[in-house]
C-alpha cells in the first residue's frame, strides 16, 4: 500500500523538483543535506543559500535578453534589487556581484550605499532608484549622494511638492523619476494607490515644475503594481495605461529614457507552482515596443527592482517537533521548538502560505496535523497550504525526532519580525546560517548569529 509521505509528495506533485529531493529518506535543499547541518548547529535554524541569488538574477537578465532579441528591442535592460527585501550584508554583497543595481525606500537604506561604497563595493554609477515618500532626512541623504557624484542616484518623485527640496538642494545635474499612482486591484479597499504622483497630475505637472528646470532632468516613469506581475486582465489594463502615460510624456521630453515596471515576478509558494516566467516577460516586452512603434518614439530602457524574486527562494527556516498533542477527536498539533508568529510574520498577517516539508521521516505514513508555535497566542498556528486547506506530515514513530522546514522564506520576513528584537512571549530568533558553494562545488557553511539570548533581550528591555 502506498502510505508514505513521499507517495503523497509524489503522487501530487512534479518531485523531485528544482531545489528539492531527497536521499535516504531525508530532504536536500539546493543539493544541501539537511541531514549534516542539523547537528552542527541544532534547531530552530534560519538559512540562506547564497547560489540562489546567483541564479535568479541571471535567469531574469536572460528572460529579458531573449525577449529583447525576439521582438528586436533597442534599448537596456538594468535589474534593480529591492532592498527592503532583505537588508543583509551577505544578501546585499552578492546582489551587487551579479551585476545589479540597488532601489532603496527609506533614510537608512542610503546608509548601507554610503558604507558599500566606502568598502569599495559599488561605484559612482551605480543605479540607486530611490523610492518611496521621501522623509527630511531621506531627501538629506539623497542629497548628499547626488552632490558627491554618485551619477546614478536618481529620486523617483512620490509626490508633486518633493521636487522643491531637489531644486534647492541639488549643486549639479541630476535624473529624476516620477512614479505613478497605480489603480488597486478591483477587490482592494482603494481605488488608487496612495503612493505615487495621479495619471491626470502627471503632463501638467511636467509642464509646469519639470521642463523648466536647468539641473533636473526627467529621465523615468515609475509604476508598481502591488499585486505583482501576473497574468490577468487587471495587470496588462494597468500597463496599458502606463505606456499610455509614458508616450504622452516622452512627446514632451525627449531626455525621459526609461521606465520601471517595480518588482512583483512572483516565486514559488508551493512545490505546484506553475509561472510562466519567460512568457510573462516576452509578453510585457511585447506590449512596450507595439506601444513605442504606434507612437514613433524610440524603445526605453526597461528597469526592474525584484525583491522577492532576487532572494524569497534563498530561504529556509527548520524547526524540530518537540510533541504532538491531540486536543479533541480531530485536532492534532506538532508543537515546535519556534514561533511562527515572530519568524514568518506574513502567516499571521496576510495568510501567506510557504513551501513545507518534513525534512526526515519520508518513508513514514503520515497523518493530518495543525502545526503549533511555541507563543501563547492563539493565532501562532500553521495548518493549510496553497493547495490544500490542510497539512499533512509524517508520523512521529521511533525515537528519532522529526524536522521540519518552511522554504522560499528569504524576502521580508526577517525585516518585518525585527531580527534582532523583543520577540512575542520572548521566543528568541533562530540561529541564522549562510549557505554556500564555490566553483569547484565545495560547500561552505557560516554562522551569521547566534540563536538569540536572554541577555539580549533583557539589555533592550532595560534590566541591566
Ligand atoms: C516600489 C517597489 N518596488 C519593488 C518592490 C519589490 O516587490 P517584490 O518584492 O514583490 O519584487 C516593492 C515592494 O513593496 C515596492 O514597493
Redesign the pocket.
Known sequence: MKDQYKDLICQTFDFPQEGFHTRDNWLYFNEYSLKDLIPKHGTPLRLTYLPKIDSQISQAKSWFESAMQKHQYDARYYYCY?T??SHFNFVIDRVLQNGAHI?TSSAFDIEILKRLYQSKKITEDLYIVC?GFKTEDYVENIVSLINAGFSGAMPVLDNMSEIEQYRQRIKRSAAIGIRIAAEEEPSFEFYTSRLGIRYKDVLPFYREKISNQSKLRLKMLHF?INT?IKDTAYYWSELNKFLNAFVALKKECPDLDAINI????PIRHSLGADYDYAYMIEQIMGQVKQACSAARIPEPDIFT?????TVGESGALIFKVLTEKLQNDSERWYMIDGSLMTTLVDVFAIGQRFILLPLNKWDSPYHRVNIGGLSCDALDYYNSEVHLNQVYLPRLNGDDPLYIGFFHVG?YQDALSGFGGIKHCLIPAPRHVVLDRDSDGQESDRVFSSRQTAASMMDILGYK
Do not use: H
Not at 527592482?305 to 524574486?309: A, D, L, M, P, S
Open positions: 529591492c527592503k527585501s532601489e523610492n508598481f505583482g517595480g518588482g512583483g515576478l527592482e525584484f525583491g522577492n524574486f524576502a
